[in-house]
């Protein structure tokens, strides 16, 4: 008899996102997905738009001065999307 290497439905699911190219993609959608959770729903409510261009993460806020004040914990929020994720992939936060 031979042994057989049992894995996990996790490792399975990983190993082939990551063979097919989709493991990326999946972390970026899940990082855009966590941007309210992240910054609450106090934020979010100002949020317009949120998207990741060249590794950094785009986001339309509509109020000026919370503009201001976001960019001012850009390193703060880097950490905390990219801990989310469980993974770096934005180095980044543009708000416009």
């Known amino acids: 008899m031979f042994k057989r290497q049992v894995l996990t439905l996790d490792e399975v699911l990983n190993k082939v996102l ?3 190219g989709l493991e990326i993609p999946l972390k970026q959608k899940r990082l855009v997905d966590s941007w309210p959770i992240v910054v609450g729903p106090s934020i979010a409510r100002y949020t317009q738009s949120v998207f990741i261009k060249n590794q950094t993460l785009m986001v339309k806020i509509s109020n000026p001065a919370l503009r201001q004040d976001l960019s001012m914990m850009k390193g703060k ?4 999307l990219n801990e989310q994720v469980g993974g770096f992939i934005i180095s980044d936060i543009r708000f416009y």
């Open 18 to 20: 990551r063979v097919e």
């Open 77 to 80: 929020l880097v950490g905390r």
